[in-house]
C-alpha cells in the first residue's frame, strides 16, 4: 500500500472535485421540526440510539459516555453537522450526524452516524436523513483545499439490511466486511511465546502517549485508518475501557504492540454471556511476524478466563492486510455476527 505522502498525490484538492450541494432541507408528514443535536439531548438520543441497538445488535449496546463524547468533540459542529427528527408529540424519531476525524493523512472521512426509532422505520424518514447526511458531507468536502481522496461512509449490521439498503439506494457501494468473532473462554488458550524479545506487561496511564503513537503506526496500513486525535484517543482509554484486561508488548523501552479491551456489563445480557470486547490489537510494522499478537491475546484470554468470564469478542476486517482473521480463527475465536462498511467516493 502505498504511504500516506503518496496516495492522492495525483489529485486535484477536493475542493475542486466535490461540487457543494444546495442546503437539503429534509421533509417528512410525520416529523414536525428537524433541528440540530444540543448537548441537552443527550438521553432523548440515547435512548433512540439503545431501542435502535436492541433490534439491529441487541449484543452491544451504545454508551452514555460514547454519546457524550461524540457529541462534545470539538470537531463536531452540533449546529450544522447533527439532526433531529421530532414527531408531532415532541418524541426524537431518528437522529444523524456527519462526523469529519481531523487527523487527515492519506484520506478525508465524513462518518454518517444515527438511526431511526424501530417504532418509525420504513416511513422515509431515514431515506430524509441520509440524504441529508450525504448532502452534508458533500458540502464539507467541497470546503477542503488537500488533494486526498474523499469518502462517505455508513456501516450497517448485517441483522439490519434495511440500513445497508438505505444506503444503497444513496448511491453509496458496500466495499469492505467485517466480522465479529467470538472465543469461548472454557477452551484451553494456548501459551504463546514471541520469537522476539519483548516484555508482556499490564497497560499502565505512563505509557498511554507511546501506546496511542504505536497503534496510529500500526493501523497506517489498515483499510481506511487514520491516525486518532487526542479526542478519539482519550474516548478509546476512557468509558468502559478495562486497563486492568489490557496489555502492552514492550521491546526494552519501545511498545511493540497492544492490546485494549473494554468492559461494558450491559452488554451482557444481549450477548448472553460475560467477557471483555477487544477493541484494539496492534502490533508495529518492525515487530510484526514475531508471534507477539497472540501472545497478547493470550494475555487476555487467560486474564478474563481467572475472572471467570465466559467469551472474549472483537472485530476484524475479513480482508486485513496482516491476516488478523486467520490469527483469531488459529486462536479459537469463531464468527458470529458481521458488519458491511459502505463508502462513496470522490
Known amino acids: 500500500m502505498p504511504g500516506p505522502e503518496i496516495v492522492g498525490a495525483h489529485l486535484p484538492p477536493l475542493s475542486e472535485r466535490v461540487a457543494a450541494p444546495p442546503t437539503y432541507r429534509p421533509r417528512h408528514p410525520l416529523v414536525a421540526e428537524w433541528r440540530p443535536v444540543t448537548e441537552a439531548d443527550t438521553d432523548a438520543v ?182 486518532l486525535s487526542d479526542e478519539q484517543w482519550e474516548s478509546l482509554i476512557g468509558g468502559t475501557f478495562a486497563p486492568d484486561v489490557s496489555f502492552v508488548a514492550l521491546a526494552g523501552d519501545e511498545v511493540a504492540g497492544v492490546i485494549l479491551c473494554d468492559v461494558n456489563e450491559d452488554d451482557w445480557p444481549g450477548q448472553g454471556f460475560s467477557g471483555p470486547y477487544i477493541s484494539t490489537v496492534a502490533v508495529t510494522r518492525a515487530h510484526r511476524g514475531r508471534r507477539i499478537a497472540p501472545a497478547l491475546l493470550g494475555a487476555v484470554l487467560a486474564e478474563s478466563a ?24 488459529g486462536m479459537g475465536f469463531v464468527t458470529t455476527f458481521g458488519e458491511t462498511a459502505l463508502v462513496r467516493e470522490y
Open 46 to 227: 440515547l435512548a433512540v440510539l439503545r431501542a435502535s441497538d436492541a433490534v439491529d445488535h441487541p449484543n452491544y449496546l451504545t454508551t452514555r459516555e460514547e454519546l457524550a463524547d461524540e457529541l462534545a468533540f470539538s470537531f463536531l459542529d452540533l449546529e450544522r453537522d447533527t439532526l433531529l427528527a421530532l414527531g408531532h408529540d415532541g418524541a426524537v424519531l431518528a437522529v444523524g450526524s456527519v462526523l469529519e476525524p481531523p487527523r487527515q493523512v492519506s484520506l478525508v472521512r465524513e462518518f454518517m452516524n444515527g438511526a431511526v426509532h424501530p417504532e418509525h422505520r420504513g416511513k422515509g424518514i431515514g431515506r430524509e436523513m441520509i440524504a441529508w447526511q450525504r448532502a452534508r458531507g458533500e458540502e464539507k468536502l467541497a470546503t477542503i483545499e488537500t488533494a486526498l481522496p474523499g469518502w462517505l461512509v455508513g456501516y450497517a449490521d448485517r441483522r439490519a439490511p434495511d440500513r445497508e439498503r438505505l444506503l444503497a439506494a444513496a448511491g453509496f457501494t458496500a466495499v469492505r466486511w467485517f466480522h465479529t468473532m467470538e472465543r469461548d473462554l472454557a477452551e484451553p488458550i494456548p501459551e504463546v511465546t514471541p520469537t522476539e524479545d519483548v516484555r508482556i506487561v499490564p497497560y499502565a496511564a505512563e505509557l498511554a502517549d507511546a501506546v496511542h503513537a504505536a497503534r496510529d503506526e500500526a493501523f497506517l496500513d489498515h483499510w481506511g485508518s487514520q491516525p
Open 306 to 329: 481467572r475472572r471467570g468470564w465466559q467469551k472474549a469478542v472483537l472485530d476484524v476486517d475479513a480482508a486485513s492486510p496482516t491476516g488478523a482473521d486467520s490469527l483469531y480463527t
